[in-house]
Every structure is written in C-alpha cells, then in structure tokens.
C-alpha cells in the first residue's frame, strides 16, 4: 500500500496567478474544474443505469483582495459595446515542499458577471469573478 508524508500536500500558500500575462498580486483563490455531461444508458438485463458521455463545462473562480479595478477596466468598456472579452489565466501551484510543482493555464475565460460596487463598512474589500472556458493545457504537473 502506498502511503505519503503529510509535508507532501500542497499549501495553497505558494498558489499565483496571471491575468493575460499580467501577475495578479491580489489573489486569494482561483478554481477551475470540469464538469463532465453523460446520459444515462439503460442497459437491459441490469439494474443499474450506465452513463455514456456527450461532452464537458469547464466553469471556475476568481477571488481577490479587492485593491484595485482590474476586472472593471478590462470587462466594461468592451461589455457596453457588445463584446465579451476571452482571458488567459494561468495558474502556478509550486510548494517546495511538495514533489513538484503545477501549472495550468484556461486558455479561454470568459468572466459570467462583472461586480461594479461591492463594499461593507468595517470588512476587507473582495472580488469573486465567476468564469467559463472550453479549452487548457497541463503545462507541468506532479507525478503521483
């Protein structure tokens, strides 16, 4: 049985990001999966239902300390004439501790809201920009 030592498991501490190239100093989370569409298969003779898969969603999240306008300058001006930018966000996981390190970049993000105004009294400023993509790359992973 293969077992790992606890100093192995990544820390999101050494997690950054970029932004069409641009370093993101702010971040404080980014997620990015797939969701996997399948119908379901009846098959005769079998209780169980199989699935057959049709395709995939890719959808993530961007949160950020809120200390500047990044998103607004980017999104606004191209959304009020009509065109809904596509983003490059590249991530770099690289804990010294763990085996390795991991990059990824979504090749196409597309931002599902832009939040103009978005502050409390006595709480720190965040930004949550929720996205879709169709398309990455695996640029380095960490080998099990």
Do not use: C
């Amino acid at each position: 049985m293969a077992t790992f030592n606890g100093e192995k498991v990544i820390s999101g501490t050494f997690g950054e990001a970029w932004l069409d190239g641009q370093y993101i100093a702010e971040i404080m989370a980014l997620e990015a999966k797939i969701e996997i569409e399948k119908e379901d298969v009846p098959m005769a003779g079998r209780f169980a239902t199989d699935s057959k898969f049709m395709g995939f969603k890719g959808s993530g999240t961007l949160r950020m300390h809120k200390v500047n306008s990044r998103l607004i300058k980017a999104l606004s001006d191209n959304l009020k004439n009509g065109v809904n930018p596509r983003f490059q966000i590249m991530s770099s996981l690289n804990d010294p501790s763990s085996g390795g390190a991991e990059r990824i970049t979504i090749k196409d993000a597309s931002f599902n809201d832009l939040s103009l105004i978005n502050w409390e009294l006595k709480k720190k400023g965040e930004i949550e920009a929720p996205f879709t993509f169709t398309d990455w790359n695996v640029e380095d992973s960490i080998k099990p």
